[in-house]
């Protein structure tokens, strides 16, 4: 019955390719499709959270520390709650990193606080008196950048169809307004701050560093 | 007797001979009867394997193909149209068995899930946690409450809990007198106390900075007059009258416990709620370990 199948090894070769690579699919796409999708919940990160987390890839924070945590007993107690793959589904890229010289920081939001990563970047020695990671004084001074944050997540919205502006979302508008909202969420910031350098520079309608990577540290939750 | 089945005999022969002479060299003890089992074990294997090897020498000298050629030719080279062997014919339907349960039942019902193994340690562990700390005494919870002090407190409370320099709560202390002023300026509804909120500027000026001395010097001596307005709530020792309001004197299982679950943020700074992240022994451990220091 199938012997011209079989006199067509070329043909009957793309058969079972196609075959297999169905059953592949089917079984492999909808689960995919699903678990990437974003966490009841979930809203994209504000322009100032966008321009903390472009200074925590910049001063390289993945090299020592992780934002995935293993559902494990001993890692859900230390961290909390086990990461869920939709967690991720704004973050372009995803930040897990590989490597925990530091501890992971994937819900660092939960259980730690602005004046804490105030104290802890100027000279982290001083809060963790074991803590071999280098002091960032650097973030006091430099002023983040806003307009990349700004640009970042309009792309999102254009090409990715990212949900800013949407009702109960995050408000993106305009560059003008952007800014004006990032300003907003930095002086709130800066309230629960002591730096004096860093509230002057906020009153004075600047944003340094600092702030922004606390707006994003606050927001990993 | 053929001449094969003479050389089958003798190939079984020398095996166990030579299973023998190995037996013999390497010293075995023969009373223990796990040795004499191995021992006719392979006596059994060195003559079925002779035998076997007989049996298809045999054949293959002998046996004569028989059956209707199928009409394929591939090459010149035919192919009888001889039946599925019953054994290959059963496996087959066998295996055919297998899948549907695999399928419908043993895949589905027995997959393993990285999320399962993780509910059922936890599960196995908080049983196992609930019963070696039903009924705990004082020094197994200090010891605990050491433990999740080092884990979850120290980062920002410092390993002596002493606040690291003004950075946190100081809780070798309860309340600084600046601490004091601070929160009776401008009042504090965070706790979730059967009392509510403690509205602001209840006290002004000279009445607030007495109040804030005596309290924060431990209450000791005679109470300002002032004082009788946070009596009403803190009760006349500051106690809190059995937990309707907060201690201001001291830690206290409730204290401790309220701020663990509300989080505060005060004149230092903001703590963070720990709601779920610890389990009501652990709270009361770390309040049992706090009134150590």
């Keep these: 019955m199938f012997h011209w199948l079989e006199k067509n090894p070329f043909f009957f070769a793309v058969g079972v390719f196609v075959v297999i690579a169905f059953a592949g699919l089917i079984e492999i796409l909808p689960n995919f499709a699903e678990a990437s999708r974003p966490v009841a919940g979930l809203k994209p990160y504000t322009v100032l959270e966008l321009a903390g987390k472009n200074v925590y890839k910049k001063d390289n924070c993945i090299a020592c520390h992780s934002q995935l945590i293993r559902p494990f007993k001993s890692e859900t107690d230390r961290y909390g709650q086990y990461s869920l793959s939709g967690e991720y589904a704004y973050d372009r890229p995803f930040l897990w990193g590989s490597k925990r010289t530091g501890p992971d920081l994937h819900r660092v939001g939960n259980y730690r606080t602005t004046d804490w990563h105030e104290n802890h970047m100027m000279d982290p020695k001083s ?39 949407a009702p109960n979302g995050t408000p993106l508008g305009t560059h003008d307004e952007a800014k004006a909202a990032a300003l907003e969420e930095a002086k709130a910031i800066a309230a629960d701050m002591k730096n004096q350098g860093v509230k002057d520079a906020v009153a004075n309608g600047q944003i340094p560093e600092i702030v922004a990577i606390i707006a994003y540290m606050n927001r990993l939750k | 007797m053929n001449s094969l089945m003479i050389k089958a005999l003798a190939f079984a022969v020398v095996l166990i001979l030579a299973t023998v002479v190995v037996v013999k060299g390497m010293n075995i003890d023969l009373s223990d009867p796990v040795n004499m089992i191995t021992i006719f074990g392979a006596i059994a294997i060195a003559i079925i394997t002779a035998g076997v090897a007989a049996k298809y020498v ?115 202390t309860r309340m600084s007198k600046e601490q004091i002023l601070d ?50 709530c803190h009760g006349a020792d500051g106690k809190g009258n059995n937990g309707a309001a907060p201690n201001i004197v001291e830690y206290d299982d409730a204290v401790v416990s309220h701020v663990l679950q509300n989080g505060k943020k005060g004149a230092i700074g903001a703590m963070p709620s720990f709601k779920t992240r610890l389990t009501p022994v652990q709270e009361k451990a770390l309040s049992t370990y706090l009134q150590t220091l």
Aim: charged share 15%; aromatic share 12%; glycine share 8%.
């Design chain 2, 183 to 232: 929160v009776i300026e401008k009042g504090s509804n965070q706790l979730a106390y059967p009392m509510g909120a403690m509205p602001p500027m209840l006290a002004q000026g000279a009445d607030a900075e007495a109040i804030a001395t005596y309290v924060a010097g431990g209450m000791q001596g005679t109470a300002p007059a002032a004082f009788a307005t946070c009596v009403a």
């Design chain 1, 127 to 165: 809060v963790v008196p074991q803590s071999i990671m280098p002091a960032y004084k650097h973030m006091f001074t430099n002023l983040a950048d806003i307009d990349t944050a700004y640009a970042e997540a309009l792309t999102v919205k254009k090409v990715f169809a990212t949900p800013y502006d």
């Design chain 2, 58 to 172: 045999n054949q293959m000298k002998t046996d004569k193909s028989t059956g209707e050629l199928a009409d394929e030719s591939w090459d010149g080279i035919g192919e009888y149209k001889n039946e599925l062997p019953s054994g290959w014919a059963y496996s087959f339907l066998g295996t055919i068995i297998w899948a549907l349960w695999y399928w419908l039942a043993g895949y589905p019902l027995n997959a393993y899930s990285q999320i399962g193994e993780y509910n059922e340690e936890t599960k196995a562990y908080n049983a196992k946690f609930e019963a070696t700390f039903a009924n705990p005494d004082k020094a197994t919870l200090t010891a605990m409450g050491e433990s999740v002090f080092l884990v979850q407190c120290a980062p920002c409370h410092g390993e002596t809990a002493d606040g690291l320099s003004g950075k946190a709560q100081d809780l070798t």
